[in-house]
């Protein structure tokens, strides 16, 4: 377990990012030390980072970003105003904006299916600044609708 700690603190202190830290040191112990064999490691390592709700939830984030850039974003919040204010039934709201954000998904993926990692990072991050110069439009009409505005 030394050899383990010792391994980490080197490799972390090198300047090598803790994953790869934690997934390099890992592998080197239960290779040199432990008695189990390699494929079964690697195949638990890779099994522990495939689950859906780790995959959920940036993928969410980016459909949110990627409704920004169309314009979507001032109906969805219309949709939420209304919500609040009583005059729209949350199964029909959901049933609305499924097709909406399905089609911004599959527009987005289209879009950018020869990028870069870096080129699609950019566009993600464009659009989150138009999702916060968004954000006054909801406050506004959120308040409107209280009938403090």
Not at 83 to 88: E, F, M, P
Not at 90 to 100: A, F, V, Y
Not at 110 to 124: G, L, M, Q
């Given at each position: 377990?030394?050899?383990?700690?010792?391994?980490?603190?080197t490799?972390?202190?090198?300047?090598?990012?803790v994953?790869?830290?934690?997934?390099g040191?890992?592998?080197?112990?239960?290779?040199?030390?432990?008695?189990?064999?390699?494929?079964?490691?690697?195949?638990?390592?890779?099994?522990?980072?495939?689950?859906?709700?780790?995959?959920?939830?940036?993928?969410?984030?980016?459909?949110?970003?990627?409704?920004?850039?169309?314009?979507?974003?001032?109906?969805?919040?219309?949709?939420?105003?209304?919500?609040?204010?009583?005059?729209?039934?949350?199964?029909?709201?959901?049933?609305?904006?499924?097709?909406?954000?399905?089609?911004?998904?599959?527009?987005?993926?289209?879009?950018?299916i020869?990028?870069?990692?870096?080129?699609?990072?950019?566009?993600i991050?464009?659009?989150c600044?138009?999702?916060?110069?968004?954000?006054?439009?909801?406050?506004?009409?959120?308040?409107?609708?209280?009938?403090?505005?």
């Amino acid at each position: 377990m030394t050899i383990l700690l010792f391994v980490f603190m080197t490799v972390l202190l090198v300047g090598v990012p803790v994953f790869i830290a934690l997934a390099g040191s890992s592998l080197l112990y239960t290779h040199f030390i432990g008695n189990i064999p390699d494929f079964v490691i690697l195949h638990r390592m890779v099994g522990g980072i495939d689950s859906f709700p780790l995959l959920a939830v940036p993928f969410f984030i980016l459909a949110g970003n990627l409704m920004n850039s169309a314009g979507i974003t001032n109906r969805i919040y219309d949709f939420a105003v209304a919500y609040h204010k009583g005059s729209i039934h949350r199964d029909h709201l959901l049933k609305s904006m499924i097709p909406l954000y399905l089609g911004r998904v599959a527009f987005f993926v289209k879009e950018n299916i020869d990028s870069s990692a870096s080129e699609v990072e950019e566009k993600i991050e464009s659009l989150c600044k138009v999702f916060e110069e968004m954000k006054p439009y909801l406050i506004e009409r959120w308040a409107k609708e209280k009938g403090g505005g």
